[in-house]
T-cell receptor, first 115, second 113 residues
Framework: DAGVTQSPTHLIKTRGQHVTLRCSPISGHKSVSWYQQVLGQGPQFIFQYYEKEERGRGNFPDRFSARQFPNYSSELNVNALLLGDSALYLC??????????????FGDGTRLSIL | GDSVTQMEGPVTLSEEAFLTINCTYTATGYPSLFWYVQYPGEGLQLLLKATKADDKGSNKGFEATYRKETTSFHLEKGSVQVSDSAVYFCALSYNNAGNMLTFGGGTRLMVKP
């Protein structure tokens, strides 16, 4: 089975631009989460979506937004890019069984560089 | 707010040496605790977890015990291999499955033959 897939793998943008990152969860997984991992640091939680609704939000500015589609894939959007947005953006999906979410499976990430 | 602190790396060991990576946490409630591993060029993988005080998580020879009295979750392995070279992240979550994780800064382990 395919794992969590993210696209693109690498992306270069300039300050002030907008970016959209995409994530396809493992088949059957309805929960998708996004994390930002700045070089040399641990990942930071940005959003969690389940059944197309936002279920959790980390401490990120309103420039960051996300959505989940009927096929459970997800997009992360970042507006007005800053140099500090340069990072690896990780997507994770999880399965819900018996009313409980199961452990997350992470994708390999999208490396975003801001010039 | 909640936070996780890990010992700074890199940790460099010879093959078959004993490994300890320290992790302490600050939490307002009673979280579940996790160790994730990130091999070069790959995504994060769950290594082990513990959901309540005094629980021991173990996997692939690694183990960690949830110590509420010292707010710690130190990772140990009795005999490391070159293939264990990776970055290790300690994390907490108020969900047993590990959603909406709060991660530490990571510790790079380098094992030499």
């Amino acid at each position: 089975d395919a794992g969590v897939t993210q696209s693109p793998t690498h992306l270069i943008k300039t300050r002030g631009q907008h970016v959209t990152l995409r994530c396809s969860p493992i088949s059957g997984h309805k929960s998708v989460s996004w994390y930002q991992q700045v070089l040399g640091q641990g990942p930071q939680f940005i959003f969690q979506y389940y059944e197309k609704e936002e279920r959790g939000r980390g401490n990120f500015p309103d420039r960051f937004s996300a959505r989940q589609f009927p096929n459970y894939s997800s997009e992360l959007n970042v507006n007005a890019l800053l140099l500090g947005d340069s990072a690896l953006y990780l997507c994770a999906s999880s399965l819900r069984t018996g009313g409980n979410l199961q452990p997350q499976h992470f994708g390999d990430g999208t490396r975003l560089s801001i010039l | 707010g909640d936070s996780v602190t890990q010992m700074e790396g890199p940790v460099t060991l010879s093959e078959e040496a004993f490994l300890t990576i320290n992790c302490t946490y600050t939490a307002t409630g009673y979280p579940s605790l996790f160790w994730y591993v990130q091999y070069p060029g790959e995504g994060l993988q769950l290594l082990l977890k513990a959901t309540k005080a005094d629980d021991k998580g173990s996997n692939k020879g690694f183990e960690a015990t949830y110590r509420k009295e010292t707010t710690s979750f130190h990772l140990e392995k009795g005999s490391v291999q070159v293939s264990d070279s990776a970055v290790y992240f300690c994390a907490l979550s108020y969900n047993n499955a590990g959603n909406m994780l709060t991660f530490g800064g990571g510790t790079r382990l380098m094992v030499k033959p």
